[in-house]
């Protein structure tokens, strides 16, 4: 069974910059596809960024060019930095990953959260 654990949000000023971080523990064979969701209070849970075990990340237009996701596979961890950070940056972030345990089982689970909050 594979567990996501998030860490890294908090209370930020406008302007300002967190890393979040996904750690995947349980037995990991791979990686394959991590991303980043986010929920603002009424909202929907809305598509932040994207990474694939290629390298290849995609981002939502809102953010592009100040978030960063990346993946630190000896540590089966993948993280979001957030730079210049917003008000409407403001949620609950999620990852969500998909993977393998071992070569032909897989498997797709969500972290549990973690506030960001940006505010003066």
């Known amino acids: 069974q594979v567990q996501l654990v998030e860490s890294g949000g908090g209370l930020v000023q406008p302007g300002g910059s967190l890393r979040l971080s996904c750690g995947a523990s349980?037995?990991?064979?791979?990686?394959?596809?991590a991303d980043w969701y986010r929920q603002a209070p009424g909202a929907q849970r809305e598509f932040v960024a994207q990474?694939?075990?290629?390298?290849?990340?995609t981002y939502a237009d809102s953010v592009k060019g100040r978030f960063t996701i990346s993946t630190d596979n000896a540590k089966n961890t993948v993280y979001l930095q957030m730079n210049s950070l917003k008000p409407e940056d403001t949620a609950v972030y999620y990852c969500?990953?998909?993977?393998?345990?071992?070569?032909?089982?897989?498997?797709?689970?969500w972290g549990q959260g973690t506030q960001v909050t940006v505010s003066s």
């Open positions: 990474i694939t075990s290629g390298g290849r990340t």
């Open positions: 349980g037995s990991i064979f791979s990686i394959n596809v």
């Open positions: 969500n990953v998909f993977g393998y345990i071992t070569r032909d089982r897989a498997f797709n689970d």
